[in-house]
């Protein structure tokens, strides 16, 4: 009965794995399709803008000048070994928070789309812009949500933890 109610509940992790990735390429194959290279399609006047470019590099191209085989390396390789650990550390880790084994999802889900971008096409298809005059990002996809939303899990579950454990804290500290 343990075993079996492992295996579902880690069965639907990997459920969130695969629906970051599909929302991911399914959105990848949509702009591909739609929006031609360097296009800027206006969706909320000047403020959120679809625009279809192929990022060698990593996070606003950077790395994208390295030679290939470096480029590979940093961009393929070793975030498909942290992916791979990732999954390891989801399915032997069966107590951690579920807040965090959900970010971790995230994480996986975004950063597999990315690679699978880099190794089917030579490069991460971006096609999503947003410039709110004080906050402006470069031309991310979906995967990039899925990382950022991740982070945010963790993050918030970071902070949850550690709001509870300083009450625990302040009781073992208060004379008695």
């Known amino acids: 009965m343990i075993k079996s109610k492992t295996s579902l509940k880690f069965a639907f992790l990997l459920l969130i794995v695969a629906l970051n990735l599909g929302c991911d390429q399914f959105s990848k194959v949509i702009a591909r399709k739609n929006i031609e290279p360097y296009e800027q399609i206006e969706v909320i006047k000047d403020r959120f803008t679809l625009t279809l470019v192929e990022n060698t590099g ?10 290939e085989i470096i480029r590979i390396i940093v961009l393929t390789v070793l975030p498909t070994l942290v992916l791979a650990y990732g999954l390891w550390f989801l399915y032997s880790n069966k107590h951690l928070p579920r807040l965090m084994q959900i970010g971790i999802c995230f994480l996986i889900g975004g950063g597999i789309g990315n690679i699978y971008d880099r190794i089917v096409y030579g490069s991460v298809t971006d096609f999503l812009h947003m410039d709110f005059v004080l ?11 899925s990382i950022m939303i991740g982070i945010g ?6 902070l949850t933890a550690a709001r509870i454990k300083k009450p625990e804290a302040d009781q073992e500290e208060a004379p008695v």
């Open 58 to 67: 990593a996070f606003l191209s950077a790395g994208s000048n390295l030679p």
């Open 135 to 145: 906050f402006r990002t470069g031309i991310f996809n979906m995967a990039d949500v």
């Open 153 to 158: 899990l963790l993050l918030l579950q970071n």
